[in-house]
């Protein structure tokens, strides 16, 4: 399978998270202190509504309190003792999104936090080439993902998948996709082609890389991507062998 790279323009790219309104008007530095006095003195996450304090008052997240026979600051029993308080301060505080380590810049109220989380771009995800050394070269993988190639260019990683799927009795289908090891909003500055050539034939599909979050089940299942058939690919083989051109450039 071939490969071909062609430049258009600079590389440039941009991943920026705009941050949800305050209930109140606190200031981003104030909010930021109000936000460390709910760290957890175990884990350093976030103790958040509904907080529960030992007998003198101190603070230890809900997924680490059961794990604990005693506080772990002043050593005394936890107990069951809401915190009214901070519970109301917490409602009016901007925290940060857990993954602000690896690039998240979104601050939100408590309520917002774990939904935002969950589907945020910077998590971290599965490494979509299970069983790999890691090294970007051709990997062929067993079940539905046929065929799998890495590549590289515009200082990004860019993987071509090949499944093949008997969506009808008998009538085989392969469905090619180019997808971007990074977020959405940059995968919207590229484009690419895929191009089947041979004997005087041309099969071209273009379209915007998926972020490799998107995963590629549903743009196969709309047959969002290029789609072709056993005897279509016969038609473009040569000797057997069938060639994809891959060509990345910058929306």
């Not at 996450?45 to 506080?71: N, W």
């Not at 774990?114 to 589907?119: M, N, P, R, S, Y």
């Not at 909003?185 to 690419?192: H, L, Q, S």
Request: net charge neutral.
């Amino acid at each position: 399978m071939s490969t071909n790279n062609k430049r258009r323009g600079a590389s440039s790219s941009s991943c920026s998270v705009s941050g949800v309104p305050a209930l109140v008007n606190v200031p981003t530095a104030m909010s930021a202190d109000l936000a460390s006095l709910f760290e957890c003195p175990v884990c350093f996450d976030y103790v958040l509504p509904p907080i529960l304090q030992c007998q003198s008052g101190h603070l230890v997240c809900s997924s680490c309190r059961p794990k604990l026979t005693c506080c772990p600051t002043c050593r005394g029993p936890l107990g069951n003792i809401r915190n009214l308080a901070m519970e109301k301060v917490a409602s009016n505080v901007m925290f940060p999104c857990k993954h602000s380590n690896t690039g998240c810049t979104v601050t939100l109220v408590h309520t917002e936090k774990a939904e935002h989380e969950e589907a945020c771009e910077f998590r971290p995800y599965s490494c979509p080439c299970p069983g790999a050394s890691c090294k970007w070269q051709d990997i062929n993988l067993p079940g539905a993902v046929d065929w799998v190639m890495m590549q590289s260019c515009f200082n990004h990683h860019f993987m071509l998948v090949l499944e093949k799927q008997e969506k009808f009795d008998g009538h085989q289908q392969f469905f090619a996709i180019v997808q971007l090891i990074g977020s959405r909003k940059e995968a919207e500055n590229f484009a690419y082609r895929l191009e089947l050539n041979g004997h005087r034939r041309r099969l071209t599909w273009e379209a915007m890389p998926r972020s490799i979050h998107e995963g590629v089940s549903s743009a196969i299942m709309n047959s969002d991507c290029l789609v072709f058939d056993t005897s279509l690919a016969q038609l473009f083989a040569d000797n057997g062998n069938l060639g994809i051109n891959v060509t990345i450039s910058i929306a």
